[in-house]
Antibody, heavy 125, light 110 residues
Framework: QLQLQESGPGQVKPSETLSLSCTVS??????????WGWVRQPPGEGLEWIGN???????FYKASLRSRVSMSMDTSRNQFSLMLSSVTAADTAVYYC?????????????????WGQGILVTVPS | QSALTQPPSAPGSPGQSVTISCTGT?????????VSWYQQHPGKAPKLMIY???KRPSGVPDRFSGSKSGNTASLTVSGLQAEDEADYYC??????????FGGGTKLTVL
């Protein structure tokens, strides 16, 4: 059974860089049938896609966050990571890592089928 | 990329059916058969309920079904049960390899 687990600091100071990791067990981040992504949810609000990364080098970010976001993978640790720079209180949210199907013949194409439990990151105002 | 439009609330009585709409544009919902739906209970991670407009992952009851017409996708929950009360989000693939979520709909079982 695939499992994803987010890790990182629960609080980041304004103007600093938020850095989170997602450790995958029960599957490999090297599998190119999947993208590995980040989704966030501000308290009491809806879901927001941040970006996806694939081990073949493909990376896609939400346009409005592109200037501040960076994603990477560490296949040796079976992890992928998110960095968000110059954070403000508006970046306070629960951050989820998730797996998204890429191979439409073998996976739930375009959909996030496995999610981590989420991690709350607070940026004080 | 603007968020997809969902009604904020969708009430229904036990045993009845309720349909939640998700409206986008030809650049997302209308352009791709990629809409997925997620159920989220308070304090929990989202759960995939429907993908590629109409497909159900293993383990999702067949009371949940999806459809699409033009730029609007829909999720129908039939035979409403108390445990169906949750927030529901649609998501669509969009031009330039982007993803966009709807604003969410709170399904209330009266």
């Amino acid at each position: 059974q695939l499992q994803l687990q987010e890790s990182g600091p629960g609080q980041v100071k304004p103007s600093e860089t938020l850095s989170l990791s997602c450790t995958v067990s029960g599957g490999s981040v090297s599998n190119t049938d999947y993208y590995w992504g980040w989704v966030r949810q501000p308290p009491g609000e809806g879901l927001e896609w941040i970006g996806n990364v694939c081990s073949n080098g493909n990376i896609f970010y939400k346009a409005s966050l592109r200037s501040r976001v960076s994603m990477s993978m560490d296949t040796s640790r079976n992890q992928f990571s998110l960095m968000l720079s110059s954070v403000t209180a508006a970046d306070t949210a629960v951050y989820y890592c998730a797996r998204r199907g890429r191979n439409c013949f073998k996976t739930a194409c375009f959909a996030f089928d496995y999610w981590g439990q989420g991690i709350l990151v607070t940026v004080p105002s | 990329q603007s968020a997809l439009t969902q009604p904020p609330s969708a009430p229904g009585s036990p045993g009845q059916s309720v349909t939640i709409s998700c409206t986008g544009t030809s650049s997302d919902v209308g352009g791709y058969d990629s809409v997925s739906w997620y159920q989220q209970h308070p304090g929990k991670a989202p759960k995939l309920m429907i993908y590629e407009v109409t497909k159900r992952p293993s383990g999702v009851p067949d009371r949940f079904s999806g459809s699409k017409s033009g730029n609007t996708a829909s999720l129908t929950v039939s035979g409403l049960q108390a445990e169906d009360e949750a927030d529901y989000y649609c998501m669509s693939f969009a031009d330039s390899n982007k993803l966009v979520f709807g604003g969410g709909t709170k399904l209330t079982v009266l």
